[in-house]
């Protein structure tokens, strides 16, 4: 398997992020305040996996996804794409860094152009990179066909009268288009109804072999993250509350929060069904988030140094590792219920 | 394994709603546009102004601007003067016929300019960034905080009357709105996932503007610049019913509905005529102005 | 015990210059005092048109209505106006998916609430102060008292959930319609204000139908399960029995697709195709394209009911078969 556009070698992970950051500022009720939509996050995305990124609205993980693609400008921190930086003198350029990453969208029907056929849209990427317009156009029903619609019964179609399962095919195709390296689903099969998610899932999994990709799994849904992801990253208002191996993350959470989040999942068994919600609340809003960890006002072990001090996310060395940034993990830092 | 080659292949045989006819939105608007009679009726009125405008010199009786002392202000059918003549004995019907010459041009050229300018500025500051627009939107709020007619005629009357500078009056009167409603327009597309996604591709600004803005702004753009044509006409005739539009002897009905009206005692129904005229023609515009504007709101 | 819910063959179709709809087409259900029924389906099943028809809260000029629906014995569709209005909020109470749509947005949660039970109740202002904040209290909002005082926008999205259940609950009503109540709803929050539901049902014993596309929500609540399938009620069941032993195949796949705990080493098995086009149903049985059993029959004439058991029904030529085969 050998990849002429693998400049770093296997070994090198695609992508490096290092304490990303980005801070809104918001105005209202006469004073200023900061979103701190993203606020140091750091991960390594290696080459040919999925890494899962789950959170409630609010924790940042969309303005994640644009920060990586460069679609907002990170106030702060660091985005390493196989080995090159973005945007730095020596490394890859933002027009580089597209050309390699892609995204798909939530929303499959406001990320197509109404007044466009859908294969004209798909072909809009290739077009742009510096193919003619009919080659360009080749290239689209080419990537109809593979994600499974009838270029000659859908191409010239417009998004309106396509069913959002087949939209969202046509987004994929419009993302695969330009040949990338890595896809950023950003909630891609979140709108979808069950039975078409089914299918949409499957024709991912086969795309990610063809295709040799790498990707960005952003959800809100634990179960299809756990079914897609080969490792996991949980966030909470704009910061890594865990991050570990998919399996790990799903049968031994160590973060109240991602114990929180897998306890609410509906149990699917109506004779064993939740009695006690895992915790109480609605997630603070991100302006202004609470100090110290910012779960402590929602969390069951919270104590005064919660408050204080904002636990470190452990020391992550590899891709098995797994870490999460709370103080009863951390030795010495001063909660009662430290693990020794 | 052959679950995984059948899959993408289930989709081909999706062949969902077969008998939905695939169009394209414009043929979408025709079509709507032909099964509405209404609207049919009034283009075909607004169709015979235009052919009237253009073959004046064919279906005018007389020259409009032959004057004649002894048949000043002469009723209905006299001597072959079918409408009458006006006050210097001009023929009404051929000075009619002529002005519809002066007011389609009016009416259109203005909007036509102001669609140019004012929707470029529109989707350059609902465009670019924050700074530009401000510079843009701003400036077009100082002309927007005058009152139109009174625009106009500032304008018009600092720059001197004449069918030209009028024509230019009016463009300016028009473009702020044209500019604000290109902004809109533009600002809603702007924020729509798709153009993310156009961005995502490495596309520069002005491909995207070209292939994914200007597409979707088009539309309404072009139905208020036809809301705008019977707006134009009116202002037109009122510029030149106060002498600041159509200079004279030139036949351009608001000029002569101002001049006939000294005359109202005496032929009150030649009078009527220009407003008549004014009245039909801006309400034609109007109706099919709105014809298309529901044509084009199809669903998308 | 008699129904507090009775629907016989109603059907709706939207009537438009250039299609009819066929949104429902021929629904049957009962609902007993106190029970939960789960509608169950995905967008364009009709469930959620299913709901609006039974407030009559769908636009009268371009729904044709048929079939019957009775509530507490009233023929929903025969009401005028001011029994129609006297029937909102006052036996029946609906919930929504987005708070705002239901919340206005220039009032304080205190003033909406108190306005609807003086309306309804006849109580005086400060009666029916008191119990708006008993009712905000009953919904576990904290600090009630404050929380009056606010407009909907300062509310966080499971806050203002709630205060919509509050306003729903203000007339005591016997019936609630809860159209998919938590789905924009994060997930921490949905599994607290499914508690919360849940619980006030039972304690209310209000009857309930509550329409989700989330086997998960519905498995957390429902007590019968009904699936819908454009516009028909495809299967109809008590909730652990659907779950555990679905017999009609578009329940089947529903469940299979759903993910959840499958093994990542293999697909999903997923439903083939796409729903139907609601404008042109197809003459039978409207899963028929999608199904693997699918039998010449099938795509011939719409089955009828059949009941395996007193509390299951499913609308498959199958489903007699696999009985027949039992009985033997």
């Given at each position: 398997?050998?990849?002429?556009?693998?400049?770093?070698?296997?070994?090198?992970?695609?992508?490096?992020?290092?304490?990303?950051?980005?801070?809104?500022?918001?105005?209202?009720?006469?004073?200023?305040?900061?979103?701190?939509?993203?606020?140091?996050?750091?991960?390594?995305?290696?080459?040919?996996?999925?890494?899962?990124?789950?959170?409630?609205?609010?924790?940042?993980?969309?303005?994640?996804?644009?920060?990586?693609?460069?679609?907002?400008?990170?106030?702060?921190?660091?985005?390493?794409?196989?080995?090159?930086?973005?945007?730095?003198?020596?490394?890859?350029?933002?027009?580089?860094?597209?050309?390699?990453?892609?995204?798909?969208?939530?929303?499959?029907?406001?990320?197509?152009?109404?007044?466009?056929?859908?294969?004209?849209?798909?072909?809009?990427?290739?077009?742009?990179?510096?193919?003619?317009?009919?080659?360009?156009?080749?290239?689209?029903?080419?990537?109809?066909?593979?994600?499974?619609?009838?270029?000659?019964?859908?191409?010239?179609?417009?998004?309106?009268?396509?069913?959002?399962?087949?939209?969202?095919?046509?987004?994929?195709?419009?993302?695969?288009?330009?040949?990338?390296?890595?896809?950023?689903?950003?909630?891609?099969?979140?709108?979808?109804?069950?039975?078409?998610?089914?299918?949409?899932?499957?024709?991912?999994?086969?795309?990610?072999?063809?295709?040799?990709?790498?990707?960005?799994?952003?959800?809100?849904?634990?179960?299809?993250?756990?079914?897609?992801?080969?490792?996991?990253?949980?966030?909470?208002?704009?910061?890594?509350?865990?991050?570990?191996?998919?399996?790990?993350?799903?049968?031994?959470?160590?973060?109240?929060?991602?114990?929180?989040?897998?306890?609410?999942?509906?149990?699917?068994?109506?004779?064993?069904?939740?009695?006690?919600?895992?915790?109480?609340?609605?997630?603070?809003?991100?302006?202004?988030?609470?100090?110290?960890?910012?779960?402590?006002?929602?969390?069951?072990?919270?104590?005064?140094?919660?408050?204080?001090?904002?636990?470190?996310?452990?020391?992550?060395?590899?891709?098995?590792?797994?870490?999460?940034?709370?103080?009863?993990?951390?030795?010495?830092?001063?909660?009662?219920?430290?693990?020794? | 394994?052959?679950?995984?080659?059948?899959?993408?292949?289930?989709?081909?045989?999706?062949?969902?709603?077969?008998?939905?006819?695939?169009?394209?939105?414009?043929?979408?608007?025709?079509?709507?546009?032909?099964?509405?009679?209404?609207?049919?009726?009034?283009?075909?009125?607004?169709?015979?102004?235009?052919?009237?405008?253009?073959?004046?010199?064919?279906?005018?009786?007389?020259?409009?601007?032959?004057?004649?002392?002894?048949?000043?202000?002469?009723?209905?059918?006299?001597?072959?003067?079918?409408?009458?003549?006006?006050?210097?004995?001009?023929?009404?019907?051929?000075?009619?016929?002529?002005?519809?010459?002066?007011?389609?041009?009016?009416?259109?050229?203005?909007?036509?300019?102001?669609?140019?300018?004012?929707?470029?500025?529109?989707?350059?500051?609902?465009?670019?960034?924050?700074?530009?627009?401000?510079?843009?939107?701003?400036?077009?709020?100082?002309?927007?905080?005058?009152?139109?007619?009174?625009?106009?005629?500032?304008?018009?009357?600092?720059?001197?009357?004449?069918?030209?500078?009028?024509?230019?009056?009016?463009?300016?009167?028009?473009?702020?709105?044209?500019?604000?409603?290109?902004?809109?327009?533009?600002?809603?597309?702007?924020?729509?996932?798709?153009?993310?996604?156009?961005?995502?591709?490495?596309?520069?600004?002005?491909?995207?503007?070209?292939?994914?803005?200007?597409?979707?702004?088009?539309?309404?753009?072009?139905?208020?610049?036809?809301?705008?044509?019977?707006?134009?006409?009116?202002?037109?005739?009122?510029?030149?019913?106060?002498?600041?539009?159509?200079?004279?002897?030139?036949?351009?009905?608001?000029?002569?509905?101002?001049?006939?009206?000294?005359?109202?005692?005496?032929?009150?129904?030649?009078?009527?005529?220009?407003?008549?005229?004014?009245?039909?023609?801006?309400?034609?515009?109007?109706?099919?102005?709105?014809?298309?504007?529901?044509?084009?709101?199809?669903?998308? | 015990?008699?129904?507090?819910?009775?629907?016989?063959?109603l059907s709706v179709r939207f009537?438009?210059?250039?299609?009819t709809v066929h949104a429902v087409n021929?629904v049957?259900?009962?609902?007993?005092?106190?029970?939960?029924?789960?509608?169950?389906?995905?967008?364009g099943s009709g469930k959620s048109v299913t709901?609006r028809a039974?407030?009559?809260?769908l636009?009268?000029?371009?729904t044709r209505i048929?079939?019957?629906?009775?509530?507490?014995?009233?023929?929903?569709?025969?009401?005028?106006?001011?029994?129609?209005?006297?029937?909102?909020?006052?036996?029946?109470?609906?919930?929504?998916?987005?708070?705002?749509?239901?919340?206005?947005?220039?009032?304080?949660?205190?003033?909406?609430?108190?306005?609807?039970?003086?309306?309804?109740?006849?109580?005086?202002?400060?009666?029916?102060?008191?119990?708006?904040?008993?009712?905000?209290?009953?919904?576990?909002?904290?600090?009630?008292?404050?929380?009056?005082?606010?407009?909907?926008?300062?509310?966080?999205?499971?806050?203002?959930?709630?205060?919509?259940?509050?306003?729903?609950?203000?007339?005591?009503?016997?019936?609630?319609?809860?159209?998919?109540?938590?789905?924009?709803?994060?997930?921490?929050?949905?599994?607290?204000?499914?508690?919360?539901?849940?619980?006030?049902?039972?304690?209310?014993?209000?009857?309930?139908?509550?329409?989700?596309?989330?086997?998960?929500?519905?498995?957390?609540?429902?007590?019968?399960?009904?699936?819908m399938?454009a516009g028909?009620?495809?299967?109809?069941?008590?909730?652990?029995?659907?779950?555990?032993?679905?017999?009609?195949?578009?329940?089947?796949?529903?469940?299979?697709?759903?993910?959840?705990?499958?093994?990542?080493?293999?697909?999903?098995?997923?439903?083939?195709?796409?729903?139907?086009?609601m404008r042109?149903l197809?003459?039978?049985?409207?899963?028929?394209?999608?199904?693997?059993?699918?039998?010449?029959?099938?795509?011939?004439?719409?089955?009828?009911?059949?009941?395996?058991?007193?509390?299951?029904?499913?609308?498959?030529?199958?489903?007699?078969?696999?009985?027949?085969?039992?009985?033997?």
């Amino acid at each position: 398997m050998s990849d002429a556009r693998d400049v770093g070698g296997p070994a090198q992970p695609l992508l490096i992020a290092r304490d990303l950051a980005k801070h809104f500022q918001v105005r209202g009720g006469g004073r200023s305040a900061h979103v701190r939509a993203v606020d140091g996050v750091s991960f390594t995305l290696f080459k040919g996996e999925t890494l899962g990124i789950v959170g409630e609205s609010g924790c940042g993980k969309s303005t994640l996804a644009r920060l990586l693609l460069h679609l907002v400008q990170r106030d702060a921190g660091e985005l390493i794409f196989d080995g090159e930086p973005v945007g730095a003198p020596h490394g890859i350029t933002v027009a580089g860094l597209r050309r390699h990453v892609q995204m798909v969208f939530q929303d499959s029907y406001s990320s197509l152009n109404p007044r466009m056929p859908v294969q004209d849209s798909v072909a809009f990427g290739p077009f742009v990179h510096g193919r003619s317009k009919p080659d360009a156009r080749r290239v689209a029903r080419d990537m109809l066909v593979k994600v499974g619609l009838n270029p000659d019964l859908f191409g010239p179609r417009y998004p309106h009268e396509l069913s959002g399962g087949q939209k969202q095919r046509v987004n994929i195709a419009r993302a695969l288009a330009i040949e990338p390296r890595m896809v950023i689903l950003d909630e891609a099969v979140s709108a979808l109804d069950k039975s078409v998610e089914a299918q949409v899932l499957n024709l991912l999994r086969a795309l990610k072999q063809q295709f040799n990709l790498t990707y960005l799994f952003i959800s809100h849904d634990l179960n299809v993250v756990r079914y897609v992801s080969d490792r996991v990253l949980v966030m909470y208002l704009g910061r890594v509350v865990e991050l570990g191996p998919s399996e790990a993350i799903f049968t031994r959470p160590q973060h109240p929060y991602t114990r929180a989040l897998l306890g609410s999942r509906p149990s699917m068994d109506p004779r064993h069904r939740i009695e006690e919600p895992p915790i109480t609340g609605d997630p603070p809003s991100p302006i202004d988030p609470p100090s110290g960890c910012r779960f402590h006002t929602r969390c069951p072990f919270a104590e005064a140094v919660c408050a204080e001090r904002a636990p470190e996310l452990g020391e992550w060395r590899e891709r098995a590792s797994h870490v999460a940034a709370c103080h009863m993990l951390e030795p010495g830092s001063g909660h009662s219920r430290t693990v020794q | 394994m052959s679950q995984t080659a059948t899959l993408p292949i289930a989709g081909l045989n999706d062949d969902a709603p077969p008998a939905l006819r695939v169009r394209g939105y414009w043929a979408n608007v025709g079509h709507r546009l032909r099964h509405d009679p209404v609207t049919l009726c009034f283009a075909a009125v607004v169709l015979l102004i235009v052919l009237m405008a253009i073959f004046a010199p064919l279906l005018a009786p007389f020259d409009p601007y032959k004057e004649s002392v002894v048949l000043r202000l002469k009723p209905f059918g006299y001597r072959g003067h079918t409408l009458g003549t006006d006050e210097l004995g001009r023929d009404l019907l051929s000075r009619l016929i002529y002005g519809a010459r002066s007011s389609l041009l009016m009416g259109l050229v203005p909007v036509c300019i102001a669609t140019a300018l004012g929707g470029t500025l529109g989707v350059i500051g609902g465009f670019a960034g924050r700074r530009v627009n401000a510079i843009i939107m701003r400036t077009m709020d100082v002309f927007y905080a005058f009152p139109s007619v009174l625009l106009a005629v500032a304008i018009s009357g600092a720059m001197g009357g004449g069918m030209a500078n009028g024509m230019a009056a009016l463009a300016l009167v028009f473009i702020p709105a044209m500019c604000r409603v290109a902004e809109t327009a533009t600002a809603q597309v702007r924020s729509l996932d798709f153009i993310e996604a156009a961005r995502a591709t490495g596309a520069g600004r002005l491909a995207i503007v070209r292939y994914h803005v200007l597409g979707n702004v088009l539309g309404p753009v072009f139905i208020y610049a036809s809301s705008l044509v019977s707006v134009s006409i009116l202002l037109a005739s009122g510029l030149s019913f106060l002498g600041l539009g159509v200079k004279p002897p030139t036949p351009d009905w608001g000029l002569m509905l101002s001049t006939l009206r000294q005359s109202i005692y005496i032929v009150p129904l030649s009078c009527a005529l220009p407003g008549a005229a004014i009245f039909v023609t801006s309400i034609c515009f109007n109706l099919v102005s709105d014809g298309i504007r529901s044509a084009m709101d199809v669903r998308l | 015990m008699t129904a507090l819910v009775e629907v016989s063959d109603l059907s709706v179709r939207f009537v438009t210059r250039e299609a009819t709809v066929h949104a429902v087409n021929g629904v049957s259900f009962s609902v007993r005092p106190g029970e939960v029924l789960c509608i169950l389906g995905e967008s364009g099943s009709g469930k959620s048109v299913t709901l609006r028809a039974m407030m009559r809260l769908l636009p009268p000029r371009r729904t044709r209505i048929d079939g019957t629906i009775r509530i507490d014995g009233q023929d929903v569709l025969a009401l005028d106006k001011r029994r129609l209005r006297e029937l909102r909020g006052g036996l029946v109470s609906m919930i929504f998916q987005e708070p705002m749509t239901a919340l206005d947005p220039v009032y304080t949660i205190g003033t909406q609430i108190t306005e609807t039970v003086m309306r309804h109740k006849g109580n005086g202002r400060s009666a029916a102060r008191a119990r708006a904040l008993e009712l905000l209290e009953l919904v576990k909002i904290p600090e009630a008292e404050r929380r009056l005082a606010n407009y909907p926008h300062e509310l966080s999205g499971g806050l203002r959930q709630r205060a919509m259940i509050a306003m729903a609950l203000s007339c005591g009503p016997r019936l609630l319609l809860a159209d998919e109540p938590t789905t924009a709803l994060d997930a921490t929050v949905q599994i607290q204000v499914l508690i919360l539901l849940r619980r006030l049902q039972r304690e209310l014993g209000m009857g309930t139908i509550f329409v989700t596309h989330d086997l998960g929500v519905a498995s957390e609540i429902a007590d019968r399960i009904a699936v819908m399938y454009a516009g028909r009620i495809v299967e109809e069941g008590p909730v652990a029995d659907v779950l555990r032993a679905p017999m009609h195949p578009y329940t089947q796949g529903l469940l299979a697709s759903t993910v959840h705990g499958q093994s990542r080493d293999g697909e999903i098995e997923a439903i083939p195709g796409s729903p139907p086009d609601m404008r042109r149903l197809p003459s039978g049985c409207a899963f028929a394209p999608r199904c693997i059993h699918a039998q010449p029959a099938c795509r011939t004439t719409m089955p009828e009911p059949r009941w395996p058991s007193p509390d299951r029904m499913a609308r498959c030529v199958r489903i007699d078969d696999a009985a027949l085969v039992a009985a033997e």
